[in-house]
């Protein structure tokens, strides 16, 4: 089975995280072929933004976490923990450079490296039941990747709140604060970003592409910088007791015992 799914609807072209069994959750295979997805959409000519939503209930609940406690495991897992993180910041910022509008429908739960998929793209359309939050802390883990986003999209008191309490919020309180916007029925978020789509593909490419470097490398210049700092942060936290506790807990069905 593809854990990722591509479909060209006229201007559109839709990416479909296809693990609905586990909330679509970001294992290492998926990110590869989430990283594919956008690199076939970028040279298909007739596609002039790209949908990114997801299978059955939820968007994207996060990494993978039963894969990263057998990491865990592993003699080698220090170094596995900075390539996840690389992966990870690589396919962001591989987002943030993408040269055609990314729509995201989220049509569920929106949770920590899912969130930062919602982060990294350029428009954000939520179904009123999704709901969207960073629960790192509470698994012992950091969002440090997400984390730089988050500020960029909604200002640092907004971030501040999400990442300290590790918090989630509904789609109502998400379009509040900026994360969201535009909020539709469950049904019909995928038809109201396609319509945004079409309304994309009647600018110039040309127009788009620059509008998006402007927004992305210039107005925010020191993104990628600190996309990789952040990815250095969530790859020590890994080692920590903590995310050991954290991801043991979360597995068990637990309330972690902090040291």
Not at 120 to 136: K, M, Q, T, W, Y
Not at 147 to 153: C, G, I, K, N, T
Not at 210 to 217: D, I, S
Request: hydrophobic share 45%; net charge neutral; proline share 4%.
């Amino acid at each position: 089975m593809h854990l990722v799914k591509v479909r060209i609807d006229g201007p559109a072209g839709t990416i479909i995280l296809n693990r609905p069994d586990k909330r679509n959750a970001l294992s290492r295979a998926l990110l590869a072929e989430l990283d594919q997805a956008f690199g076939d959409l970028h040279l298909e000519k007739r596609v002039r933004a790209v949908i990114l939503t997801g299978a059955g209930s939820a968007f994207c609940g996060g990494m993978d976490l039963s894969e990263m406690w057998a990491t865990s495991r592993e003699d080698d897992a220090q170094s596995r923990w900075q390539l996840d993180a690389l992966q990870y910041r690589d396919l962001l910022e591989q987002m943030l450079l993408f040269p055609k509008p990314i729509i995201a429908a989220v049509n569920g739960p929106a949770l920590a490296g899912g969130l930062g998929l919602v982060m990294a793209s350029d428009i954000v359309i939520s179904a009123d039941r999704a709901h969207f939050g960073l629960p790192e802390p509470r698994r012992g883990l950091v969002a440090g990747v997400v984390s730089p986003l988050l500020a960029f999209r909604v200002g640092g008191g907004p971030a501040a709140h999400l990442l300290m309490t590790a918090r989630q919020i509904g789609a109502v309180e998400a379009h509040r604060i900026g994360l969201v916007q535009e909020l539709v029925m469950g049904d019909q978020v995928w038809a109201r970003a396609r319509e945004i789509a079409d309304e994309c593909a009647k600018s110039a490419a040309e127009s788009l592409q620059l509008t998006k470097r402007m927004l992305n490398e210039i107005i925010g210049e020191s993104l990628s910088t600190l996309l990789s700092a952040g990815a250095a942060v969530s790859a020590t936290a890994r080692t920590t007791e903590a995310a050991r506790e954290g991801l043991a807990a979360f597995l068990e069905k637990r309330e972690p015992q902090w040291p």
